[in-house]
């Protein structure tokens, strides 16, 4: 390993002595509050587990989705996209929907709930209770009042969700360009100076191709780094990065000092360092989405509308509708329990994106220009030789038979 990597394990890294995990790379599900909840989760008693059933069935279903692979669309996957078969398409695969399955709980919650207040009215309307019990129903103006309180709330926090997903996407999008902007630099460079080490132009080409795998894994709970980086790195400098505090801090690391011990010019090393400014930008910009979410007392204030609104749903509209509060308010959990759904799935934006297969794709960019850089050069070379004799045969303006 050259001198200047061996200085970056040292000083760059962060390095942790040992194998062992540190704390740096967002394993966010694995604090402290993770182990109060799962030692609790030991102590329920059998009634609670039997309670907790449901929800922790829709929560795995939900998390397994959201573990699924992201796939970048092509043309055959856009033609499907609009198509007007779409609607059929997506209501017979209701059944698989993530956002459908982690709602059963508090739909079904809130149906039973419909139905209970269902079964005593009818019951006290039929003198099957006491007389001194009443039947529950409100007047309906309290709703017509708030309805535009919960549409806003229900709108804004979808529509900040979706900015917090806009922002991640466009933060990946100058990582991925910064990314394959420099692969270009490094084999120009490569390709003007022969005197420069191909060994360590090789490895810093592998270090560039790793940096947005290395941000991917640190993003993405459950990411298998060393079985992603396995191929793109050599042993020690992979056991170098899987030891760091920061990851991709310990990456851009390794591709500084490799970048020092090129022999270029010092204004094309602020060409490429720039690069790696862009690179930090897009660490600082993903680790603020993922460790500040939206607020939580809008979240929760969100939450709690929901709840107090199905709650009270069946009372309102008892006289109205009698036992069809039950459908009406599936209906309504259903509807704006899914708005809200979505808006928390997009809130976290990393694992609604194809990082997988842009990281992927940043590889066969790199391969196939790696490949070519021969084959152009000599065409090049061919072209400028062919100009060459052509002048050679022009002399005062005259051909040279």
């Known amino acids: 390993m050259a001198e200047p990597i061996k200085l970056a394990l040292k000083l760059g890294c962060g390095l942790s002595s040992g194998g062992m995990p540190r704390p740096g790379r967002i394993p966010r599900r694995r604090g402290r509050s993770f182990e109060i909840l799962a030692s609790g989760s030991r102590e329920q008693t059998p009634f609670i587990s039997i309670l907790r059933a449901l929800p922790d069935w829709a929560d795995r279903m939900k998390e397994r989705g959201v573990r699924r692979e ?14 007007s078969l779409r609607h059929v ?50 007047s309906s103006l309290p709703y017509q009042l708030t309805a535009p309180a919960l549409a806003l709330l229900l709108v804004f926090r979808t529509e900040a969700s979706y900015s917090r997903f806009q922002e991640g996407r466009q933060a990946w999008t100058k990582v991925i360009a910064s990314t394959n902007d420099l692969v270009r630099q490094v084999i120009a460079i490569g390709g003007r100076n022969v005197s420069d080490d191909s060994t360590l132009m090789d490895a810093l080409l592998g270090y560039v191709v790793a940096f947005p795998v290395a941000l991917k894994c640190h993003l993405i709970y459950g990411s298998d780094i060393a079985n992603d980086l396995r191929d793109k790195l050599d042993g020690d400098d992979l056991t170098a990065i899987l030891k760091s505090n920061h990851r991709p801090r310990c990456i851009i690391e390794f591709i500084s000092q490799s970048l020092s011990s090129l022999n270029i010019e010092d204004s094309e ?20 989405l993922m460790g500040i979410p939206i ?44 708005i809200e759904e979505v808006g928390v799935l ?42 060459g004799e052509l002048q050679e045969k022009w002399q005062n303006g005259r051909p040279q038979g």
Not at 308 to 317: A, F, N, Q, R, S
């Open 295 to 338: 607020p939580l007392s809008y979240t929760r204030l969100t939450s709690r509308f929901l709840v107090l609104w199905h709650l009270t749903l069946p009372v309102i509209l008892w006289d109205d509708c009698q036992w069809v509060v039950v459908p009406a308010t599936f209906i309504s959990a259903a509807s704006l329990f899914c």
């Open 346 to 387: 997009i809130e976290e934006p990393f694992p609604m994106l194809a990082l997988d297969e842009l990281c992927q794709q940043v590889r066969r960019n790199a391969e196939e220009a790696v490949e070519s850089r021969g084959v152009i050069r000599e065409r090049i070379k061919g072209k400028l030789k062919e100009k």
């Open 89 to 138: 398409r997506h209501l017979v695969s209701s059944l698989s929907s993530r956002v459908i399955l982690s709602l059963v709980p508090p739909v079904t919650v809130f149906t039973a709930f419909a139905a209970a207040i269902a079964a005593y009215n009818s019951a006290v309307a039929a003198g099957l209770l006491p007389e001194w019990l009443p039947v529950l129903r409100a």
């Open 70 to 83: 992201r796939k970048l669309y092509n043309h055959e996957m856009w033609v499907e996209h609009r198509s």
């Open 269 to 288: 090393r602020s060409k490429l360092d720039a690069k790696l400014s862009c690179f930090h930008e897009g660490i600082s910009v993903c680790e603020q």
